[in-house]
T-cell receptor, first 114, second 112 residues
Framework: GENVEQHPSTLSVQEGDSAVIKCTYS??????FPWYKQELGKGPQLIID?????GEKKDQRIAVTLNKTAKHFSLHITETQPEDSAVYFC?????????????FGQGTRLTINP | EADIYQTPRYLVIGTGKKITLECSQT?????MYWYQQDPGMELHLIHY???????EKGDLSSESTVSRIRTEHFPLTLESARPSHTSQYLC???????????FGPGTRLTVL
């Protein structure tokens, strides 16, 4: 079955610097890769996603890149701000288009130091 | 964005009690999910449903049960709570034909 590995488990960066979180997946049939942000006491919130027919997607300070050949994808946050501090999860779909399930990475606790 | 609700948000209960965690969504999503989130943060799928009267067990074995009598409602029940059930429980939903899942705020369960 699908296995998603996420690194690093913790990341601390200075405010204004960039943060990068990386994930690898094992199932070449996976075609949807969302990223979620979970703040303390809340459920995960979708922040950006990418499909396998696209190599990169941007939304303001957030970008995701996908390398299907190497089976890895990354989240890039530029100009980090204190409110970016949270736990971030990557995920990969299983079950084809309109997949029924997602497999999640282990999570990265991001801390932005003022 | 989906509106998905979970109650209670926090629950502290004694061993042996029967509990039901509620999850409801107002978007008409056919697909609904329950995840257990351990202290190490990782999310584990314990139950899911494709629609009314459809329920499946997830990847992580769980002593809980679920039902799906109405599209908008997907309650999770523990017949006899134990300290090992202490965890965060997250409910999610999604529309058929799409991949995205939207999460509720979670229920933090503590069993003494």
């Amino acid at each position: 079955g699908e296995n998603v590995e996420q690194h690093p488990s913790t990341l601390s960066v200075q405010e204004g610097d960039s943060a990068v979180i990386k994930c690898t997946y094992s199932d070449s049939a996976s075609n949807y890769f969302p990223w979620y942000k979970q703040e303390l006491g809340k459920g995960p919130q979708l922040i950006i996603d990418i499909r396998s027919n696209v190599g990169e997607k941007k939304d303001q300070r957030i970008a995701v890149t996908l390398n299907k050949t190497a089976k890895h994808f990354s989240l890039h946050i530029t100009e980090t701000q204190p409110e970016d501090s949270a736990v971030y999860f990557c995920a990969a779909s299983i079950g084809g288009q309109g997949a029924q399930k997602l497999v999640f990475g282990q999570g990265t606790r991001l801390t932005i130091n003022p | 964005e989906a509106d998905i609700y979970q109650t209670p948000r926090y629950l502290v209960i004694g061993t042996g009690k029967k509990i039901t965690l509620e999850c409801s969504q107002t978007m008409g999503h056919d697909k609904m999910y329950w995840y257990q989130q351990d202290p190490g943060m990782e999310l584990h799928l314990i139950h899911y449903s494709y629609g009314v009267n459809s329920t499946e067990k997830g990847d992580l074995s769980s002593e809980s049960t679920v039902s799906r009598i109405r599209t908008e409602h997907f309650p999770l029940t523990l017949e006899s709570a134990r300290p090992s059930h202490t965890s965060q429980y997250l409910c999610a939903s999604g529309a058929v034909g799409t991949d995205t899942q939207y999460f509720g705020p979670g229920t933090r369960l503590t069993v003494l």
